[in-house]
């Protein structure tokens, strides 16, 4: 295959330079699509435990008329607010990280950036509910590495400078 030469006023990128979803920067991309699966997956293990967790406590199972009368409850009731809270924040971030992925797929400019603000907000909220619940389940030091790791790779990486132009 011929490589072809090129034009007056068009500079020449070294290979390690070519914009595309190739090596590193496509295993790291892989990431950005598992990760609604992934908040999916938590969000609906929550609801199940919250589902056990009504059940036994009122001895109803979590329904949508329970879920009236938790509405209810909110401003009296902080177990309440938290439910819905946490419910919240998890279809947030679903929907941001559906959001995400059409910055991927369009090459913008602003997705690096974008990605790097949301993994840093899901290692805060980690910290913060390892402070707060004193449960060491959200934050692993493996999963911790792992979002820096993460991170650093979308922040410094050429490839990745030269392929999100739009």
């Known amino acids: 295959m011929m490589q072809e030469e090129p034009t007056a006023g068009q500079p020449e990128v070294p290979p390690e330079y070519v914009p595309g979803i190739t090596g590193w920067l496509a295993f790291f ?11 999916s997956f938590y969000l609906i293990r929550a609801w199940i435990e919250s589902s056990r967790e009504v059940q036994t ?3 109803r199972p979590l329904n949508f008329s329970v879920v009236y009368l938790l ?16 419910i919240g924040m998890q279809v947030a971030l679903i929907g941001v990280s559906i959001w995400l992925i059409t910055q991927w797929r369009r090459r913008m400019r602003q997705f690096p950036r974008n990605w790097i603000i949301f993994q840093v907000g899901l290692l805060v909220i980690a910290i913060i509910v390892l402070v707060v619940e004193n449960d060491p389940q959200p934050l692993r030091p493996r999963g911790a590495i792992l979002s820096v790791v993460n991170i650093l790779f979308w922040w410094r990486s050429s490839r990745v400078a030269a392929t999100f132009t739009q």
């Open 29 to 39: 991309s892989l990431v950005v699509w598992v990760m609604p699966l992934l908040l």
């Open 57 to 59: 406590s009122i001895g």
């Open 71 to 86: 509405l209810q409850q909110v401003p009296n009731n902080w177990d309440a607010a938290l439910f819905f809270a946490y």
